[in-house]
C-alpha cells in the first residue's frame, strides 16, 4: 500500500503565504513525477504545478511566479511553496504521485486533500 499524505493548508489573508507538504509512505520502489492540483467548489479540479523526478517543473498560468513547486527525493515529499496568495487561490488542494510500488505495478495516487482558504 502507497499513501500520500499532505499538511500545510488553513486560513491566510490575500497576500500572504503558506506552503504545503505531502508525504508519501508506504512499498514504495519508486516516484516518478508529483504534483499538486486544486478544486474550488462548483469548478473542476485543475492542475496547479508538476516536478519530475529529475526537478522538471510545469505550473498553470495563473500561479506561475507566485507558486514554487519543489521535492525532496530523501524524504518522498513534495512540497507547494505559495505566495502572494489570491482570494481567487482559495481551493482543496490534492497531492498527485505516480509511483511505482515493490511489485512493480505503477499507477497515480492521490492524497486526500488540504484545505486553503484566503479572504479578502
Known amino acids: 500500500q502507497v499513501q500520500l499524505v499532505e499538511s500545510g493548508g488553513g486560513l491566510v489573508q490575500a497576500g500572504g503565504s503558506l506552503r504545503l507538504s505531502c508525504a508519501a509512505s508506504g512499498s514504495i520502489f519508486s516516484i516518478n513525477a508529483m504534483g499538486w492540483y486544486r478544486q474550488a467548489p462548483g469548478k473542476q479540479r485543475e492542475l496547479v504545478a508538476t516536478i519530475t523526478s529529475g526537478g522538471i517543473t510545469n505550473y498553470v498560468d495563473s500561479v506561475k511566479g507566485r507558486f514554487t513547486i519543489y521535492r525532496d527525493n530523501t524524504k518522498n515529499t513534495v512540497y507547494l511553496q505559495m505566495n502572494s496568495l489570491k482570494t481567487e487561490d482559495t481551493a482543496l488542494y490534492y497531492c498527485?504521485?505516480?509511483?511505482?510500488?515493490?511489485?512493480?505495478?505503477?499507477?497515480?495516487?492521490w492524497g486526500q486533500g488540504t484545505q486553503v482558504t484566503v479572504s479578502s
Open positions: 498527485n504521485g505516480n509511483i511505482r510500488d515493490r511489485d512493480y505495478y505503477l499507477r497515480d495516487y
